[in-house]
């Protein structure tokens, strides 16, 4: 039996909902087939008042064991470093984190508001709020770059906006059934399983990725998203074309430009107008190129992509 | 539009560029409000108006610029059909043209 707790900081429920949407496994094989006891979940949590406070202080004093401490949501500051703003079972939900955090065989981090600060800690980041370990690409966040808990593993990042509920819970499982310690992670903390191919890897534009055919449009079925449509799919590292959503799409696949939502940086340009689903440029040039790629090689291999494209490449060959 | 029609509107274009149609190839929309301010001029414009597209969209038959930029290069740029694919131009071009909406 592992003991799993769940929290909320500065959060909209969406890793929750995304959770429970499960289906490889699903939240409640976690419980039937994998004998993980959810001790207390925001949308489960069966305590109320003083009774969850008093699991709380029994989970801090070491009274009961905690395997898994799962926290969705920015660490919130606000207002001046009080945490004043975001109370939990009576006190700043804050310091429930550094005290949780300390007995934690496991700590992950669900969602980008957990991992980096996510669209709460976008400019101006009024709520002072921070990821678990990061503040976007900046190690430290609010439990700082040393921390390692209990098992000897930094936080474990599972991004997204939301996070893939398989990647939730086959994380959560890989814990639970004691294969933690097998887990590798990247200098973001993010499981190499899912984390290291691109959203690109999978995706049924690449070829006309390759061929430098754009989509002018969204939900257009020919057409790649990335020369218009500010697709982040060559630079983002996420399964979403491997482990699909709903067990049936993507964005990329159903026309819509992936917006990098694994990346400490999301939400990119702290969302200035012009810059959501727009390709930026200078004069006409990108400015974020796939990964590895310079703008030379970049416009040689634009050339010579397009001189080499077949006439079907130009063609909706989804429809007959 | 079939092909003979298309080929037919590609020779009256490269006649009216040849022939010295002054089009406004500056400003480069260097921004994106600025891009989406030369689409919303195009926008305003008769589908059917091509000398309009042509000056306001900034079309010459040569590269452009220090680093020659084409059409050829373009992500509007449909080869096989030799297109331009942007759908406020959607005009037949050749290759070797530009015109300042240019993206790659
Ligand atoms: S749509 Fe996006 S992910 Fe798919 S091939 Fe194009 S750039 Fe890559
Ligand atoms: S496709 Fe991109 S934006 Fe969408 S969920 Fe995947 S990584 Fe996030
Ligand atoms: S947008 Fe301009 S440069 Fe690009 S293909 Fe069309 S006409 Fe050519």
């Given at each position: 039996?592992?003991?799993?707790?769940?929290?909320?900081?500065?959060?909209?429920?969406?890793?929750?909902?995304?959770?429970?949407?499960?289906?490889?496994?699903?939240?409640?094989?976690?419980?039937?087939?994998?004998?993980?006891?959810?001790?207390?979940h925001?949308?489960?949590g069966l305590?109320?008042?003083?009774?969850?406070?008093?699991?709380?202080?029994?989970?801090?004093?070491?009274?009961?064991?905690?395997?898994?401490?799962?926290?969705?949501?920015?660490?919130?500051?606000?207002?001046?470093?009080?945490?004043?703003?975001?109370?939990?079972?009576?006190?700043?939900?804050?310091?429930?984190?550094?005290?949780?955090?300390?007995?934690a065989?496991?700590?992950?981090a669900?969602?980008?508001?957990?991992?980096?600060?996510?669209?709460?800690?976008t400019?101006?980041?009024?709520?002072?709020?921070?990821?678990?370990?990061?503040?976007?690409?900046?190690?430290?966040?609010?439990?700082?770059?040393?921390?390692?808990?209990?098992?000897?593993?930094?936080?474990?990042?599972?991004?997204?906006?939301?996070?893939?509920?398989?990647?939730?819970?086959?994380i959560?499982?890989?814990?639970?059934?004691?294969?933690?310690?097998?887990?590798?992670l990247?200098?973001?903390?993010?499981?190499?399983?899912?984390?290291?191919?691109?959203?690109?890897?999978?995706?049924?534009?690449?070829?006309?990725?390759?061929?430098?055919?754009?989509?002018?449009?969204?939900g257009?079925?020919?057409?790649?998203?990335?020369?218009?449509?500010?697709?982040?799919?060559?630079m983002?590292?996420?399964?979403?074309?491997?482990?699909?959503?709903?067990?049936?799409?993507?964005?990329?696949?159903?026309?819509?430009?992936?917006?990098?939502?694994?990346?400490?940086?999301?939400?990119?340009?702290?969302?200035a107008?012009?810059?959501v689903?727009?390709?930026q440029?200078?004069?006409?040039?990108?400015?974020?190129?796939?990964q590895?790629?310079?703008?030379?090689?970049?416009?040689?291999?634009?050339?010579?992509?397009?001189?080499?494209?077949?006439?079907?490449a130009?063609?909706?060959?989804?429809?007959? | 539009?079939?092909?003979?029609?298309?080929n037919q509107?590609?020779?009256?274009?490269?006649?009216?560029?040849?022939?010295?149609?002054?089009?406004?190839t500056?400003?480069?929309?260097?921004?994106?409000?600025?891009?989406?301010?030369?689409?919303t001029?195009?926008?305003?414009?008769?589908?059917?108006d091509?000398?309009?597209?042509l000056?306001?969209?900034?079309?010459?038959?040569?590269?452009?610029?220090p680093?020659?930029?084409?059409?050829?290069?373009?992500?509007?740029?449909?080869?096989?059909?030799?297109?331009c694919?942007?759908?406020?131009?959607?005009?037949?071009?050749?290759?070797d043209?530009?015109c300042?909406?240019?993206?790659i």
């Open positions: 039996m592992a003991n799993l707790l769940w929290l909320q900081g500065g959060a909209c429920s969406g890793n929750t909902m995304s959770f429970l949407n499960a289906e490889e496994p699903s939240a409640c094989d976690l419980v039937t087939d994998f004998g993980i006891n959810v001790l207390w925001p949308s489960l305590e109320l008042g003083e009774n969850l406070k008093k699991m709380l202080n029994g989970l801090v004093s070491g009274q009961i064991p905690l395997d898994i401490f799962v926290f969705e949501g920015s660490v919130v500051n606000a207002p001046g470093g009080t945490g004043e703003w975001n109370r939990f079972a009576g006190r700043p939900m804050k310091d429930w984190v550094a005290d949780l955090a300390k007995v065989a496991f700590t992950v669900v969602g980008d508001c957990a991992t980096w600060g996510g669209i709460p800690a400019a101006p980041n009024p709520s002072e709020s921070v990821g678990l370990q990061f503040l976007k690409r900046a190690s430290g966040g609010f439990l700082g770059p040393a921390y390692k808990s209990k098992a000897g593993l930094p936080v474990i990042n599972i991004p997204g906006c939301p996070a893939h509920p398989d990647w939730i819970t086959q959560v499982v890989a814990v639970a059934t004691g294969r933690g310690g097998d887990l590798t990247d200098e973001f903390g993010r499981p190499k399983t899912f984390f290291t191919s691109f959203t690109q890897t999978g995706c049924t534009r690449n070829m006309h990725f390759a061929y430098k055919v754009s989509a002018t449009e969204f257009q079925r020919k057409g790649c998203l990335f020369y218009d449509l500010g697709c982040r799919g060559p983002t590292h996420s399964p979403c074309n491997r482990v699909l959503w709903n067990r049936q799409s993507s964005k990329t696949r159903a026309g819509m430009p992936c917006m990098g939502c694994t990346e400490p940086e999301f939400p990119f340009f702290d969302l107008p012009g810059t689903f727009k390709t440029t200078v004069m006409g040039v990108p400015k974020d190129m796939p590895g790629v310079d703008k030379t090689g970049y416009i040689k291999l634009t050339a010579a992509a397009k001189a080499a494209s077949p006439a079907w130009e063609e909706d060959i989804f429809v007959v | 539009m079939s092909i003979d029609d298309s509107l590609l020779k009256t274009i490269a006649n009216l560029l040849a022939n010295g149609l002054e089009t406004k500056e400003p480069f929309p260097e921004t994106d409000k600025q891009f989406a301010d030369v689409l001029e195009l926008r305003q414009l008769d589908q059917n091509i000398k309009g597209k000056v306001v969209g900034g079309f010459v038959n040569h590269p452009y610029g680093d020659q930029y084409r059409c050829m290069e373009c992500m509007y740029y449909l080869v096989h059909r030799k297109w694919d942007l759908p406020e131009l959607a005009v037949p071009v050749e290759p043209w530009w300042r909406l240019w993206r």
